[in-house]
C-alpha cells in the first residue's frame, strides 16, 4: 500500500473519481466531506468500481476542532487533495461571504494542521478561471492571473495566493495548483458521476437532462461571438482523465520530482470545442436528438478559452486520453442509471 492521502470534499464530482483513481494506483484513501452539495452513496459507487471502501468522516473543514480529530483518528496521512469548497458561479455573486468563508476558512485551518500532522504535499482543485479571457490562446501557466469574474472565481485565486504565500514562509509542504478547464462526463462504468441538485448550471449536465426529458429544452446562450460558429469556446476534459492527473500531482510531489515547491499546471486536452459542436457530437454519439434554442448571451461568459496543457504533459506525465463522444456517451449512460435507479 503506498501513502495516505485524505481527500477533501471527496464524495463530490471530481473528488469521487480521483478517489477511485488513487485507491487503483494502490494509495490510501480517506475522505472528508461535509456532505452539501453530494450524497454518501457514492461512497458505495466507489466501492463498486475498486472492492475497497474509502475512510469516510462526515465534517465541515470550517471546524478547526473537528479537522484535528480527524487528523489524530487517521494518523499518517501524507498527502492532501483539497476538493472542499463551494463551487456554483451564480450563487457566490448572491453570497460572497459564504463562499469566502467556506472556501478560505477551510484552506487556513488545512493549512494550519498540515505541518503539525506531517502532511508533506497538498494538490489544490483550481480554474482556469483565473486567466479570466486571456490575451492568447491556448493558454498556458505563464498567462497573466486577472481580475476574477466572480466572488467563487476569486476563491481560487486567493487560495493559489495563500499556498504559496504560505510555503514561501518556510511551511514543510509542496504544493501543486491543478487549474481545471471544463471538467465533464463520467466514469464508464456509471457507478459514479456528476449529480447537479435543482437546475443544472453547466452545460452537459443540462445537455444529458434535456436528452433524457427531464428538461423541456437547451438554450445555448449566444451564437454571436466571434467563433466560428458563433457560439463560445472551452476545453472540456474527461473527469477519468482529470482525477488521474490528481494521482501524477501527488507521486510529483511525494517522490519529489519537481525543484519548485508550489507549481501551477493547465489540465485540458489542447482543444476548443463550441457549444454547437459539443451538442452536435452529443447527438451523434448517443442517437439522441437535442431540443435546443439560440438565446442570448449569458453575462459573465468568456466568449473562448483553451488550454495549453503541455506542462502537464510533459512534467507530470499526464496526458488527457479520452476522446470526447467516448466522454459524452459516459454521461449519458450515468443519465440513464440515474433514471433506472429512479434518482432523476
Ligand atoms: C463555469 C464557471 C467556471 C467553473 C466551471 C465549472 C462561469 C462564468 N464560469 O464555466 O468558473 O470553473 O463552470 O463548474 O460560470 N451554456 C449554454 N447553455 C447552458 C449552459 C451553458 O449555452 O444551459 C454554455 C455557456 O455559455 C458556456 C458553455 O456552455 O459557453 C459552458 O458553460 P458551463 O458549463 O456553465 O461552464 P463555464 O461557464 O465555462
Same mark, same amino acid.
Given at each position: 500500500?503506498?501513502?495516505?492521502?485524505?481527500v477533501?470534499?471527496?464524495v463530490?464530482?471530481?473528488?469521487?473519481?480521483?478517489?477511485?483513481e488513487?485507491?487503483?494506483?494502490g494509495?490510501?484513501?480517506?475522505?472528508?466531506?461535509?456532505?452539501?452539495?453530494?450524497?454518501?452513496? =457514492? *461512497?458505495?459507487?466507489i466501492? #463498486?468500481?475498486? $472492492?475497497?471502501? &474509502?475512510?469516510? /468522516?462526515k465534517?465541515?473543514?470550517?471546524?478547526?476542532?473537528?479537522?484535528?480529530?480527524?487528523?489524530e483518528?487517521?494518523?499518517g496521512?501524507?498527502?492532501v487533495?483539497?476538493?472542499?469548497a463551494?463551487?456554483?458561479?451564480?450563487?457566490?455573486?448572491?453570497?460572497?461571504?459564504?463562499y469566502?468563508?467556506?472556501?478560505?476558512v477551510?484552506?487556513?485551518?488545512l493549512?494550519?494542521l498540515?505541518?503539525?500532522?506531517?502532511?508533506t504535499?497538498?494538490?489544490?482543485?483550481?480554474?482556469?478561471?483565473?486567466?479570466g479571457?486571456?490575451?492568447?490562446?491556448?493558454?498556458?501557466?505563464?498567462?497573466?492571473?486577472?481580475?476574477?469574474?466572480?466572488?467563487y472565481?476569486?476563491?481560487k485565486?486567493?487560495c493559489e495566493?495563500?499556498?504559496?504565500?504560505?510555503?514561501?514562509?518556510?511551511?514543510?509542504?509542496?504544493? =501543486? *495548483?491543478?487549474?481545471?478547464f #471544463?471538467?465533464i $462526463?463520467?466514469? &464508464?462504468?456509471? /457507478?459514479?458521476?456528476?449529480?447537479?441538485?435543482?437546475v443544472?448550471?453547466?452545460?452537459?449536465?443540462?445537455?444529458?437532462?434535456?436528452?433524457?426529458?427531464?428538461?423541456?429544452?437547451?438554450?445555448?446562450?449566444?451564437?454571436d461571438?466571434?467563433?466560428?460558429?458563433?457560439?463560445?469556446?472551452?476545453?472540456?476534459?474527461?473527469?477519468v482523465?482529470?482525477?488521474k492527473?490528481?494521482v501524477k500531482?501527488i507521486e510529483?510531489?511525494?517522490?519529489?520530482?519537481?525543484?519548485?515547491?508550489?507549481?501551477?499546471f493547465?489540465?485540458?486536452?489542447?482543444?476548443?470545442v463550441?457549444?454547437?459542436?459539443?451538442?452536435?457530437?452529443?447527438?451523434?454519439?448517443?442517437?439522441?436528438?437535442?431540443?435546443?434554442?439560440?438565446?442570448?448571451?449569458?453575462?459573465?461568459?468568456?466568449?473562448?478559452i483553451?488550454?495549453?496543457?503541455?506542462?502537464a504533459?510533459?512534467?507530470?506525465?499526464w496526458?488527457a486520453?479520452?476522446?470526447?463522444?467516448?466522454?459524452?456517451?459516459?454521461?449519458w449512460?450515468?443519465?440513464?442509471h440515474?433514471?433506472?435507479?429512479?434518482?432523476?
Open positions: 500500500m503506498k501513502a495516505k492521502i485524505l477533501t470534499g471527496g463530490g464530482y471530481i473528488g469521487s473519481h480521483t478517489a477511485v488513487l485507491q487503483k494506483a494509495y490510501e484513501v480517506v475522505i472528508l466531506d461535509n456532505l452539501s452539495n453530494s450524497n454518501a452513496e =457514492v *461512497l458505495d459507487g466501492k #463498486n468500481i475498486t $472492492g475497497i471502501r &474509502p475512510a469516510f /468522516e465534517m465541515d473543514m470550517q471546524d478547526k476542532n473537528a479537522l484535528r480529530q480527524l487528523f483518528k487517521h494518523p496521512i501524507k498527502g487533495i483539497n476538493f472542499a463551494s463551487k456554483a458561479v451564480g450563487e457566490s455573486v448572491k453570497k460572497p461571504l459564504l469566502y468563508r467556506n472556501n478560505l477551510t484552506m487556513l485551518n493549512l494550519d498540515m505541518p503539525e500532522y506531517g502532511v504535499a497538498l494538490v489544490f482543485s483550481s480554474s482556469c478561471t483565473v486567466y479571457q486571456p490575451d492568447r490562446l491556448p493558454v498556458d501557466e505563464t498567462a497573466p492571473i486577472k481580475l476574477a469574474l466572480s466572488p472565481g476569486n476563491t485565486r486567493i495566493e495563500i499556498i504559496a504565500d504560505t510555503i514561501y514562509a518556510g511551511a514543510p509542504f509542496k504544493s =501543486v *495548483l491543478l487549474r481545471y #471544463n471538467p $462526463g463520467a466514469h &464508464p462504468t456509471a /457507478e459514479i458521476g456528476e449529480l447537479p441538485l435543482g443544472p448550471q453547466n452545460l452537459l449536465p443540462y445537455i444529458t437532462q434535456t436528452a433524457i426529458g427531464i428538461r423541456p429544452q437547451l438554450s445555448v446562450f449566444g451564437d461571438y466571434e467563433t466560428p460558429d458563433g457560439s463560445c469556446i472551452r476545453d472540456y476534459i474527461n473527469v482523465d482529470l482525477a492527473a490528481h500531482a510529483y510531489i511525494l517522490e519529489n520530482k519537481g525543484e519548485k515547491a508550489v507549481e501551477a493547465n489540465l485540458g486536452t489542447g482543444r476548443g463550441s457549444v454547437l459542436e459539443l451538442i452536435h457530437t452529443f447527438e451523434e454519439a448517443t442517437k439522441v436528438k437535442l431540443n435546443y434554442k439560440i438565446v442570448n448571451r449569458r453575462e459573465g461568459d468568456i466568449p473562448q483553451w488550454a495549453n496543457p503541455e506542462k504533459n510533459k512534467i507530470l506525465g496526458k486520453e479520452v476522446p470526447l463522444p467516448d466522454t459524452l456517451l459516459s454521461a449512460k450515468w443519465q440513464l440515474l433514471r433506472e435507479k429512479g434518482i432523476m
